[in-house]
């Protein structure tokens, strides 16, 4: 296959050309995801505020049902748990941290599925537009529909994989402190990436080999995955890396410096970082598709 960094570069490059190229994805996208918040913003923030009291987690996840927007107030809660002495006020604070912990694991459990909802949808026409190089209203329908129960299929083994991580994770953080437990967390997330991987990869090779046998199309990740480590572990964390600093850049820096009485200038922010986001995510997937044909 050649030089695996020349050819990682090839399929970044074009992946990120075509994304850029054909916006109908992107624009369609944007518009599923603006209508859902919509929807859903007012109960997801009242039962957030009920439970939690957290206004910005509400806010966050009512826009675009990002479980890793959470992830801040869950470590603040378990640092609470690990205080030192306890006392009557620690023990009701511990006691309110436990319930806010509980409640936001319980969000984001309704939160994983409500996010992958758009990939299953979604992701058939969006990857058989990337593998056909235009777009096309038909094709584009057409793929919703040919991929849509496979693709439901691997959303519910991606939250099945979230569950039983998030539940060994907070098993392993139960256990008594000792030399084994950082080691075994780490093991977790490992396996935790692989999977998601796995998953992801079988998306992008069941458009391009054609097959709605999703199980016949993780398999055949798995072995891509295997075969060619350098490309397929380097091309994920070359597009989730940025993915990830951008929540964070924003969700630190950004978004507490916008004051929301500015309106529609706070209101434009947001909305530009759901694109910058699902941009990232479109050109992630193309670049899937691309080093997966180059391999095959």
């Not at 129960?149 to 098993?171: D, E, K, Y």
């Not at 402190?177 to 075994?184: E, K, T």
């Not at 992801?200 to 097959?211: D, K, L, N, S």
């Not at 309106?263 to 694109?275: N, R």
């Amino acid at each position: 296959m050649g030089d695996p960094a020349m050819s990682l570069w090839k399929a970044l490059r074009d992946g990120i050309t075509t994304a850029t190229r054909i916006p109908a994805p992107l624009v369609l996208w944007f518009v599923a995801y603006l209508a859902a918040a919509l929807v859903l913003t007012l109960p997801v923030v009242t039962a957030l505020n009920s439970w939690v009291g957290h206004h910005l987690a509400a806010r966050d996840l009512a826009r675009d049902f990002d479980g890793l927007l959470l992830i801040e107030p869950v470590l603040n809660s378990s640092a609470m748990l690990q205080g030192g002495q306890i006392t009557p006020g620690a023990q009701a604070e511990g006691q309110a941290a436990s319930t806010t912990l509980l409640a936001m694991g319980a969000t984001v459990l309704v939160a994983g599925p409500l996010g992958t909802l758009f990939n299953a949808v979604l992701g058939g026409g969006v990857l058989l537009t990337y593998a056909e190089g235009h777009f096309a209203w038909r094709r584009f329908l057409w793929g919703v529909w040919h991929w849509l129960l496979a693709f439901l299929v691997l959303a519910v083994l991606w939250c099945v994989c979230a569950v039983f991580v998030v539940a060994l994770g907070a098993g392993l953080l139960a256990v008594p402190a000792s030399a084994l437990q950082i080691p075994a967390l780490v093991l977790t997330a490992l396996v935790y990436v692989a999977s998601v991987m796995t998953l992801e990869y079988a998306r992008a090779i069941a458009i391009v080999e054609g097959t709605r046998n999703i199980f016949r199309a993780l398999g055949r990740a798995a072995a891509f995955m295997v075969r060619q480590p350098v490309q397929a572990v380097g091309l994920y964390l070359l597009m989730t890396a940025p993915g990830l600093a951008l929540i964070l850049l924003y969700s630190g820096l950004i978004a507490p410096s916008i004051p929301f009485e500015w309106g529609l200038a706070a209101v434009a922010a947001q909305q530009l970082f759901i694109v910058a986001r699902l941009w990232m995510r479109l050109a992630h997937w193309a670049s899937q598709v691309a080093l997966y044909r180059q391999w095959r």
